[in-house]
């Protein structure tokens, strides 16, 4: 079946922009993640949706980023007023949380976010 | 989350079985291992997960030492397709969400 898709791919904007990235995850799964991954480095966690839960954002790195997640599908992340150091790989997961208790995660290929 | 402990970087031969070991000396009673692999520009990808048992399946095993303080995942016949990063977390299994991430290893399969 089909996984997860990001998109765009690549996004390259000017210091100062807002962004939007978007992720669909796979039909069902019921956790969505998101995390930002820097040259080199492991990935860093940023948010996370489970159902209709509140989502937890301890990871978002400043009141910049927000993400929502409509319909308990798609999702979207925003940086708003871009930084330079908010360049990264931008990757999305879902997971069929509760099923068996094991939440293997299936991540999506990334955004590639470059900002001027 | 237990803290994890990984060699930067490995060499392979083609064909041949690639260990990959992975410390996690401080891990808890409940808490589970996972590997993952993030082949270059893809997302990364769930390889296996265990507990105390040693575990096998299609992609790989997984060896966990009896104090559980350590594993090593094995791919018993490395391609040049394996070539990727390998990270191994530790969580709890049904815990939230994050995966805490380190730097992995570099798994390099040489012809």
């Known amino acids: 079946g089909a996984g997860v898709s990001q998109s765009p791919s690549n996004k390259v904007t000017e210091k100062g922009k807002d962004v939007e990235l978007r992720c669909d995850p796979i039909?069902?799964?019921?956790?969505l993640y998101w995390y930002r991954q820097s040259l080199g480095q492991g990935l860093e966690f940023l948010i996370y949706?489970?159902?209709?839960?509140?989502?937890?954002k301890s990871g978002l790195p400043s009141d910049r980023f927000s993400a929502e997640r409509t319909g308990g599908s798609v999702s979207t992340l925003t940086i708003q007023r871009t930084q330079q150091e908010d360049s990264a790989v931008y990757l999305c997961?879902?997971?069929?949380?509760?099923?068996?208790?094991?939440?293997?995660?299936?991540f999506g290929p990334g955004t590639r976010l470059t900002v001027l | 989350d237990a803290k994890t402990t990984q060699p930067p970087s490995m060499d392979c031969a083609e064909g041949r079985a690639a260990n990959l070991p992975c410390n996690h000396s401080?891990?808890?009673?409940?808490?589970?291992v996972y590997w993952y692999r993030q082949i270059h520009s893809q997302g990364p990808q769930y390889i296996i997960h265990?507990?105390?048992?040693?575990e096998t399946n299609e992609m790989a095993s997984l060896i966990i030492t009896e104090d559980r303080k350590s594993s090593t995942l094995i791919l018993p016949h490395a391609t040049l397709r394996d070539t990727a990063v390998y990270y191994c977390?530790?969580?709890?299994?049904?815990?939230?969400?994050?995966?805490?991430w380190g730097a992995g290893t570099k798994l390099i399969i040489k012809p």
């Open positions: 997961a879902s997971s069929p949380r509760g099923v068996g208790g094991i939440d293997t995660q299936y």
């Open positions: 039909s069902g799964h019921t956790a």
């Open positions: 949706f489970q159902g209709n839960s509140a989502p937890d």
């Open positions: 401080t891990i808890s009673g409940n808490e589970y």
């Open positions: 265990g507990l105390k048992n040693n």
């Open positions: 977390i530790v969580r709890v299994r049904g815990s939230n969400y994050q995966l805490i």
